[in-house]
């Protein structure tokens, strides 16, 4: 199945273009790394394609899964006030990255202020997005976690849910084992709360009682 592509966000263009030449483009298999945890910190990083799994090794020796990095996300964005990257960071997919070296990305920042400003609203989206994900982490029990997940993927509006990943992906992403999710799913479907199509969305079906709560970034 070839990599998913997206063109890149229009921020990731912004900051290419502000310092030309000095961008590279790196290419990465399946399971290859881009970087790991406590590598040198040198660049910030556009997903132009694929998926790219950010991996944090906890002092017990566990591997935690931060976040799953897609087309148009930028990633390692700490990078530009870091010594060190803080997590290893793999190639789910075949995966093709803008480089984008953080000290020509400092000096265009400098230089130009609104590329500055651009940069930090899109930086305050990717951390409200973040707590929304660490709330849904709250939610009890399973089910619910599950349904305000997919509320979440689908919009107010559109009732589909388009996981942008595999099963597996969305399970570490709101911290299930991926045997709960299978077993929530079906629980689901059954009760009449969702339907898989055969696409591979997952429509949510509104039951008498309220829908699932959204957790909202706002205000955390």
């Known amino acids: 199945m070839p990599p ?21 483009t790196s290419r990465l298999a399946p399971g290859e790394s881009l970087f790991r945890q406590g590598d040198p ?24 899964l931060l976040h799953n990095a897609r087309p148009g996300d930028l990633l390692a964005e700490a990078a530009l006030f870091a010594e060190a990257y803080h997590c290893d960071a793999i190639a789910a997919t075949a995966a093709e ?9 400092r000096d265009a920042l400098r230089r130009d202020p609104a590329l500055a400003m651009g940069l930090a609203g899109t ?4 951390v409200q997005a973040l ?23 689908a ?4 009732g589909v849910a388009r996981l942008p990943g595999t099963l597996m992906d969305f399970a570490a ?15 689901l479907e059954q009760a009449g709360r969702i339907a898989r199509t055969e696409t591979g969305t997952i429509r949510l079906i509104q039951s008498g009682r309220a829908s699932p ?8």
């Open 97 to 105: 990255l803008r480089v984008i070296p953080t000290p020509a990305l």
């Open 131 to 153: 707590r929304g994900r660490l709330a849904l982490r709250d939610l009890r029990p399973a089910r619910e976690r599950v349904l305000a997940a997919l509320a979440l993927l």
């Open 173 to 187: 992403e709101i911290g299930l084992t991926h045997e709960a999710l299978y077993r929530t799913l079906a629980a």
């Open 41 to 64: 910190a040198r660049a910030i990083f556009a997903v132009l394609s694929g998926r790219v799994s950010l991996l944090r090794h906890t002092s017990a020796g566990h591997r935690v």
């Open 4 to 24: 998913e592509t997206t063109e890149p966000a229009s921020m990731a263009h912004r900051l290419a273009a502000a310092i030309g030449a000095a961008c590279t």
């Open 123 to 126: 930086l305050a989206h990717q």
């Open 213 to 220: 709560r959204r957790p909202s970034p706002q205000g955390l």
């Open 155 to 158: 919009g107010p509006e559109q």
